[in-house]
């Protein structure tokens, strides 16, 4: 098993930046892929990045790209998310997720799921 447990969620200014964190332990980093997602009220969680073990191959939805940069730190057990530049439209649930596959998808087809952090952007 592996517990992941996001943060730094929290209220920003449209045009600020914001770090959201996502610790993983237990078995830790048996994924290849580490992915954040979100979601909305009354809309499907949709994907935002996924980043490989590695750190070699990143992934993002169209409507993140050049704002927002997904990294790894596996010494530490760590994935990030810098979000520049947050909209008003980027408000969700923000959900870290690990797979064990090393075929990145953009699905919701990940092993182990955290328990989400709130993002609120003020316009």
């Known amino acids: 098993q592996v517990q992941l447990v996001e943060s730094g969620g929290g209220l920003v200014q449209a045009g600020d930046s914001l770090r959201l964190s996502c610790a993983a332990s237990?078995?830790?980093?048996?994924?290849?892929?580490m992915g954040w997602f979100r979601q909305v009220p009354k809309k499907e969680r949709e994907f935002v990045a996924a980043?490989?073990?590695?750190?070699?191959?990143?992934y993002y939805t169209d409507s993140v790209k050049g704002r927002f940069t997904i990294s790894t730190d596996n010494a530490k057990n760590m994935v990030y998310l810098r979000m520049n530049s947050p909209k008003p439209e980027d408000t969700a649930v923000y959900y870290c997720?690990?797979?064990?596959?090393?075929?990145?998808?953009?699905?919701?087809?990940?092993?182990?799921w955290g328990q989400g952090t709130q993002v609120t952007v003020s316009s």
């Open positions: 997720a690990v797979r064990n596959s090393p075929v990145v998808v953009r699905t919701q087809e990940y092993d182990y």
């Open positions: 237990g078995r830790t980093f048996s994924g290849n892929v």
């Open positions: 980043i490989s073990r590695t750190g070699s191959r990143t």
